[in-house]
């Protein structure tokens, strides 16, 4: 029940906003780390960003000024808002979280942007 599972993702045209969500079940989530990447068609893996239990947020990249972490311990959930989406940031997205020593990836979500 650790494995986090994310949502949000489709397809929509450059400059769109889209918020995605990952939910991570379990106990302590509000002393979890969470990190999202992501992994265009063809690519390798890369770290977008991540939120910390003092709501410490951080970016990389391109996605820097565009996308914003936040999370709702409430609602064992952390989102990803991303806005004026480009074409290059169609990718999967996965949230990825730690527990101890185990590291969880979550299935990961399909961000398409295309005219």
């Known amino acids: 029940q650790v494995q986090p599972v994310e949502s949000g993702g489709g397809l929509v045209q450059p400059g769109a906003s889209l918020r995605l969500s990952c939910v991570v079940s379990g106990r302590d989530f509000g002393l979890t780390v969470v990190r999202w990447y992501r992994q265009a068609p063809g690519g390798s893996r890369e770290l977008v960003g991540g939120?910390?239990?003092?709501?410490?947020?951080n970016y990389v990249g391109s996605a820097r000024g565009r996308f914003t972490i936040s999370r709702d311990n409430a609602k064992n959930t952390v989102y990803l808002q991303m806005s004026s989406l480009r074409p290059e940031d169609t990718a999967v997205y996965y949230c990825?979280?730690?527990?101890?020593?185990?590291?969880?990836w979550g299935q990961g979500t399909q961000v398409t942007v295309s005219s």
């Open positions: 990825y979280t730690l527990k101890g020593s185990a590291q969880y």
């Open positions: 939120i910390g239990p003092s709501y410490v947020t």
